[in-house]
T-cell receptor, first 113, second 107 residues
Framework: NAGVTQTPKFQVLKTGQSMTLQCAQD?????MSWYRQDPGMGLRLIHY???????DQGEVPNGYNVSRSTTEDFPLRLLSAAPSQTSVYFC????????????FGQGTRLTVV | KNEVEQSPQNLTAQEGEFITINCSYS?????LHWLQQHPGGGIVSLFM???GKKKHGRLIATINIQEKHSSLHITASHPRDSAVYIC?????????FGTGTSLTVIP
């Protein structure tokens, strides 16, 4: 996963705090996305982007904001953290072509207390 | 509604056993991916398939597009194969993920 850098790896927040999870890739991928992984559930799509300046909502977008000002970066913002946002978050990127491989970040384990 | 179903959810095997993990999907896809996630670790792509079969070391992945089914096989399993294996499909617009199969290989 050398091409996708995701930070931080761990974070503890208090309810109501805000924070930004960083995601950067150096492969010139058009498509970037954020997922959350919860026990007993598959990865669920939060937001995605098909290119700089273009973002769209996924399956579970509430409470999260994204922006894509450059091809390389796709930060995920938690506006006012809630305990329900305790999860493991993954950023992924790929070319926006059929049948291309996806690359994942190392994950961020977020706990909201 | 789960677009991707995996089985089994949990699997325990003795070292050396042949292992099969199955994946069925209900959407049209451009490719299917098998991913590996070690405890506390990130996600690594093992295979990307759009047809047929691929082999990498002791790992073999097959896909039947008509039946919308894929299998991941591990031959001569080893404790270091212990991980969660995730099936994901790419519809061209987004990925859908299975809930994963947790594999434990006992020495």
């Amino acid at each position: 996963n050398a091409g996708v850098t995701q930070t931080p790896k761990f974070q503890v927040l208090k309810t109501g705090q805000s924070m930004t999870l960083q995601c950067a890739q150096d492969m010139n991928h058009e498509y970037m996305s954020w997922y959350r992984q919860d026990p007993g559930m598959g990865l669920r799509l939060i937001h995605y982007s098909v290119g700089a300046g273009i973002t769209d909502q996924g399956e579970v977008p509430n409470g999260y904001n994204v922006s894509r000002s450059t091809t390389e970066d796709f930060p995920l913002r938690l506006l006012s953290a809630a305990p329900s946002q305790t999860s493991v978050y993954f950023c992924a990127s790929s070319y926006f072509r059929q049948g291309t491989e996806a690359f994942f970040g190392q994950g961020t384990r977020l706990t909201v207390v | 509604k789960n677009e991707v179903e995996q089985s089994p959810q949990n699997l325990t095997a003795q070292e050396g056993e042949f292992i099969t993990i199955n994946c069925s999907y209900s959407v049209g896809i451009s490719a299917l991916h098998w991913l590996q996630q070690h405890p506390g670790g990130g996600i690594v792509s093992l295979f990307m398939l759009s047809s047929g079969k691929k082999k990498h070391g002791r790992l073999i992945a097959t896909i039947n597009i008509q039946e919308k089914h894929s299998s991941l096989h591990i031959t001569a399993s080893h404790p270091r194969d212990s991980a969660v294996y995730i099936c994901a499909v790419n519809t061209g617009n987004q990925f859908y993920f299975g809930t994963g199969t947790s594999l434990t290989v006992i020495p």
